[in-house]
């Protein structure tokens, strides 16, 4: 202290400066805090131009304690206001790239996710130097916000009456301007966004709380679930049918200005070289539970017949018996299951839950050719292995149940695999020079325009590589059902793009298509623009409906 206040009388003007520059800053990042938008697109300088009701309530709250308790006070609302912060940035990312707010109860483990995606897309060295910088920079926000907030209580009570006569106009101020709804550009004057923000905090945790009994209940419901093996899917018996799941396939591929002229074009080629070699489509749309996102959501809400829109719900329906679709195969006992999931590097349980006999991850493919970011194979080479390791066997005995999942068109998009002659595939291989010659993800990853760029060539390949699968291996007998799991990330699909994906049905036997004629959907692999549109649950009782089944439901 003294060494301080000798360097202030040796140095009045610098002490002058630093005192009010320390000031200003203090009063800047906690007014800042307090209206902090959660969207990117509304952090603009006219949103910071509002006078924040908890700041009035703060100072009279502040102004009329003793030094200790008030030191203490401001300190907590400091770190308070550095944690709504974060919540905020938080919100803005969710938003960007999954379409919805943070949640606070479910969406911790999301963060891991994060990681493991930049990991795979950046290096494990960025993402472990920016993990650390994460969890750094958090606690620093904190602890400046906590300073920050003490500076400006200190300088309430230097002067208390001036203070509370400041304060009293203040608040009298933003009462009139309330009253008044008094507006500056577009937004009111006075606000309580952060008081707002808490409040929706809190209501979002106790709906997400009480979800948890209500969903449990629903899913113990089940339209299909008492109904005897005999009585499910008698209609495609002897068919071997393919589930397959494209990366982030949305109906922005087909409808976005930049991307629809390439993948247009894909899907129009793709559709008469599927008639040429004698197969028929139909295709419709369907309305994910996710966005950006979080692919097994959309995956077991199309599979389970309900609507699993966050982590808790999909817990409880992989541990639940509310029948899958891909299990009801398995019940019958006239189908082999098989899983062709690339993208599992790890234990999965949920092979129980979908009946599957048998799933080939990662690492049980054969490959040996390069990753291409977060994609550890080409979609060519996970469609080749399935024909080799079960589609193609000569010693089946049943007709296969398929569910694959095809992951070059996750984001970030870079570097992307071409197409190369099926027959050159060997293991993989063959991909080095391509992975090698392709563009960084680093080169695509912040750029919106890129991005779109890069998106649609991905899933112009994922579609090109399974239509000339089914040209070049399906039969008489292949049923192949393929869909998006959910539409890219927002800065790809737009602000306001729907959450929908489209769905096609390929075969070859007319009777298939003819049991979904009353569906009314477009023939081709293009959904027209006012195609039936579904939530993405109702497609599992429609699919079962339509190929035989008979409802023997079980209640909870």
Partial sequence: MAYRRDWRSRHPRAARVLWWTTTLVSLVLVLGALVLPNRLVALKPDEFMRLPGEAVIGAAVLLALPRRPRLTLAAVIGAGLGALSVLNVLDMQFFEYLGRDFNLVLDWGLLDDAQSYVADSLGGAVALAAAIGLVLL????????????????????????RATRGTLIAGTVWITCSVLSLQFSGGPLATDRAANALTVEAKRVRDTLRDEAAFGKEARTDAFGATPAAQLVPDLRGKDVIFTFIESYGRSAIEDPV??????????????????????????????????????????????????????????????????????????????TVGIMPGIQKGWPEQ??????????????????????????????????????EHGRKDRTKPLMSEIILTSSHQPWAPLPKMVD????????????????????????????????????????????????????????????FLGDHQPITRVSGDNASRD????????????????????????????????????????????????????PTKG
């Fill in 138 to 161: 958090i606690v620093l926000i904190m602890a400046v916000m906590a300073l920050a907030t003490v500076r400006v209580s200190g300088v309430l009570v230097r002067d208390t009456r």
């Fill in 259 to 336: 991307m629809a002229p390439g993948v247009g074009r894909t899907l129009d080629t793709s559709t008469a070289a599927l008639t040429k070699a004698g197969f028929h489509a139909k295709s419709g749309w369907l309305t994910s539970a996710t966005f950006g996102g979080s692919s097994w959501l959309g995956h077991s809400s199309t599979l389970s017949g309900l609507w699993v829109d966050n982590q808790q719900r999909y817990r409880t329906v992989m541990a639940s018996d509310h029948l899958s679709l891909t299990k009801a195969f398995q019940k019958t006992g006239a189908w082999d």
């Fill in 352 to 389: 129980e839950y979908y009946g599957l006999d048998k799933v080939y991850n990662a690492f049980k493919m054969g490959y040996q050719g390069p990753k291409f970011s977060w994609s550890t194979m080409p979609d060519q080479y996970a469609l080749e292995a399935f024909q080799r390791l």
């Fill in 422 to 481: 099926w027959d050159d595939l060997g293991d993989g291989s063959i991909f080095d020079g391509i992975q090698k010659a392709g563009t960084k993800a680093a080169d695509v990853i912040t750029n919106s325009a890129r991005s779109k760029v890069e998106y649609g060539k991905s899933i112009e390949y994922s579609v090109t590589a399974l239509t000339q699968w089914m040209e070049r291996y399906g039969t008489d007998d292949t049923v192949l059902v």
């Fill in 501 to 552: 994906v489209p769905i096609s049905i390929v075969a070859k036997d007319p009777k298939v298509l003819d049991k979904i004629a009353a569906w009314n959907w477009t023939d081709g692999l293009k959904p027209a623009e006012n195609a039936p549109v579904w939530k993405m649950n109702l497609f599992r009782d429609k699919f079962l409906t339509a190929y035989g089944s008979t409802p023997h």
